[in-house]
Structure formats: C-alpha cells, structure tokens
C-alpha cells in the first residue's frame, strides 16, 4: 500500500463528522426526503427520523405545505418513543421542527422548487447552493449529491484540499481531476471518502476547532503541520497582543484612577478652603451684624434716654405749671373772699351810723395790713418761680 493511500485510509477512518449522517440511505426516498432524514437524525435516532419522515411523506402531498406549517403541526408528526403530549411534545420536538422548517425554505429559495434536481444534476452549480444553505451544509450537500449519482461530487475546492495534503499531484481540472479522485479512493470507500473529506474542507478554517487541529492525522502533513503551526503562532501572537492591550488598558486605568484620585483631592481641597472662607466670611458678617446690632442698640437707648428726659423735664414743667396755676387760683380766690368780707363789713358799717369813725378806722387798720400781707406774698411767689426755672436749667443741662 502507498503512502498517499495510507494517509487517504487513516483520513477516512479518523474523520467522524460533526453532524451526523444516515448510516444507511434509505433506497425509495427523493433527495429531499433524505435531507429531511438527515436533518431529524440531529434530533433523534436514525430509526425514528426514517419513520418520522415516512409519516410527514403520507400526511403531505406537497412539501410546501410542510414548509409553511406551524412547529407545533410538524411535531405530532414525529415518532419517537416520548409519551409527551400537547404543549410538552411541542416544547420537546420544536427545535428539530424549525430545522426542519429551516431546511425546507433553503431547498425552495435556491431551487424554486421541492426537488433538488438541478442541485444534484452539476457538482458547480450544486456547490454555489450549498454556500447559501447553512443547514443543509457542504458536508451534508455533498452526502446528497452522493446518494443521488452514486458518484464522488468533485468540487475544484475538494481538488485543492487533496493537492494541499499530497494525496494528488497536478489533477489538472475537469474530467482529469474526476478521474484522479477516484483513481484515489480506494474500491468500496466512495461514500465514507465523500462524507470524511468534505467534513475536512468544510470545517478546515473554523475559528474554534479547525479540522487539522480536530484531526492529529491532517497535521502529519506539510499542509497540516504548516496550517497548525501558523494557527499557533497566531494565537500566540493575538495572546500578545491581547495581553499588550490588557497592560495598556491597565495602566490606563491605573492613569485614570490616580487623576480621579488626585482631582478628588483637589476638589476636597479646594471645598475645604471654600468652606473655611465661608465661615470668616460668615464670622466676619456676623461680627458686623452684632457691630451694628450693639450701635443700633446704644443709639436706641439714648433716644429712648432724651425721650425720657424730655419727658421728665415735661412732665416737671407741666407739673411746675399746675402748681403756679393753682397757686394763682388759691391766690385770686382769697383776694377775692377778702375782698368780699371788706364789702361786707363795709356794708355792715353803712348801716350802724353811730359806729362810722370806729368802722373807718378799723377799715383802715385791716387794708394796711392786707396790703402788707399782700407785698409780701408777691415777693414769695417771684423767688419760688426763680427756683423753678434755675431746676428746670439743670435738669436740661444733664
């Protein structure tokens, strides 16, 4: 056995792909139908996805219906071994439902059409389809066009990986590079050589779990090993620079935090100084305040003193005033009884004759001391006033 192979064979046997594939085609379904098997068997067991199938193939004519059908009508469709009913079967089976859905809409938007004619008839155009049809998938669309011809799909791409590992050396194009892939396949090993390989170019660049890493035999080739080991250096150097980045980005951070430290610092700084001021500010305002508070104060005190004094000197003049005036009064009041008693008595004498001399005289003696009484009186009165004014002088003096 040749080394190509050997490799070819180890190929085979260690790629297992990752969405599972019916171990058996069933003989009397359409390309379609073996889609569906293939898509339910994500879902469920092979037995149960073919009998699934089967019963979705006697409930519709036409798989338009299918495809436009809620999750809910495709689930009571499935046979499984569930005892689940209603909501719960819906809830169990609604995911493999919308794949299946999903599938079916690919199917129609790239064919027109339920059948997959024309994508099986040309590998070309049948790979163009497969690019835009995500659940179907290269691996799943070359399994189908193998049912369908019996026949390895021989994409230039499938060509270009082979090449790449060394299993082919200048293939050319075409029919050339037809008959060179299954010149390399061993007899028998068409259908596994189909699904293994296309698993390999379909998964080759994946970002996660790229085939050569997945598979330990891909690496045993200069391809392989060249793609590993750039995959590496890649990831050592993104490793870098992410760990560059996360440095960079830390001491940014550490920048950022030290600033917002020391603008905090400054704020509280600055808040304290202004706080301070506010209270000299507020000290000083409230010392003028008292300042003014305690002139307005002594200068009410001493209006309310000079009212006070003048009321004082007021009230004593007026009381001054009261006493001269009722002194007056008394006054006039015994000028007037004494003069009233002299007429009296001067009428009492009118009427005695005989006692006229004597009454004369005795008029006469009395007025000379009223007069004198009267003198001396006036005299009193003049000083008292004197006194007065002199008290009054000084009290508005004080």
Not at 27 to 39: K, R
Request: proline share 3%; net charge positive; glycine share 2%.
């Amino acid at each position: 056995m040749s080394k190509k192979s050997d490799l070819l064979k180890r190929i085979i046997d260690a790629v297992e792909p990752r969405r599972p594939i019916p171990a058996n085609e069933v003989a009397d379904f359409t390309p379609v139908e073996q889609g569906m098997l293939m898509v339910l068997m994500r879902h469920m067991t092979e037995t149960q996805a073919e009998a699934s199938v089967r019963a979705l193939q006697k409930a519709f004519d036409d798989y338009n219906e299918l495809r436009v059908c809620q999750a809910q009508e495709i689930a009571q469709y499935f046979r499984t071994s569930t005892r689940k009913k209603g909501f719960d079967r819906l809830h169990a089976y609604k995911s493999a439902a919308l794949e299946l859905k999903d599938y079916l809409q690919e199917v129609f938007q790239q064919t027109h059409s339920m059948v997959l004619d024309r994508f099986v008839a040309d590998v070309n155009d049948g790979w163009k389809m497969l690019l835009k049809m995500p659940v179907t998938s290269i691996t799943g669309g070359a399994y189908l066009m193998w049912v369908a011809n019996r026949q390895i799909p021989v994409h230039q791409s499938l060509v270009k990986l082979l090449t790449n590992l060394g299993l082919l050396t200048k293939p050319g194009t075409g029919k050339n590079a037809v008959a060179a892939v299954e010149k390399l396949v061993p007899e028998g090993k068409e259908r596994a050589f189909t699904i293994a390989l296309y698993d390999v170019l379909e998964h080759w660049d994946d970002e996660t779990e790229p085939s050569f890493v997945t598979h330990a035999v891909l690496r045993e080739t200069p391809f392989g090993k060249k793609a590993f080991v750039d995959r590496e250096a890649s990831i050592a150097k993104a490793e870098a620079q992410r760990q560059k980045e996360e440095e960079r980005e830390r001491k940014r951070l550490e920048a950022e935090e030290k600033k917002r430290i020391a603008a905090e610092k400054a704020a509280k700084k600055k808040e304290e100084a202004e706080r301070k001021k506010a209270e000299r500010e507020a000290a000083k305002k409230k010392a003028a305040e008292e300042k003014k508070a305690a002139a307005e104060k002594a200068r009410k005190e001493r209006e309310a003193a000079k009212k006070k004094a003048a009321a004082e000197r007021e009230a004593t003049r007026k009381a001054e005033a009261k006493k001269q005036a009722a002194a007056k009064k008394k006054a006039a009041k015994k000028t007037v009884a004494k003069k009233t008693t002299a007429k009296k008595k001067a009428k009492k004498v009118a009427k005695k004759p005989a006692a006229k001399k004597a009454a004369k005289k005795a008029a006469k003696k009395p007025a000379k001391k009223v007069a004198k009484k009267s003198t001396k009186k006036a005299t009193k009165k003049v000083a008292k006033r004197k006194t007065a004014k002199k008290k009054t002088a000084r009290v508005a003096r004080r």
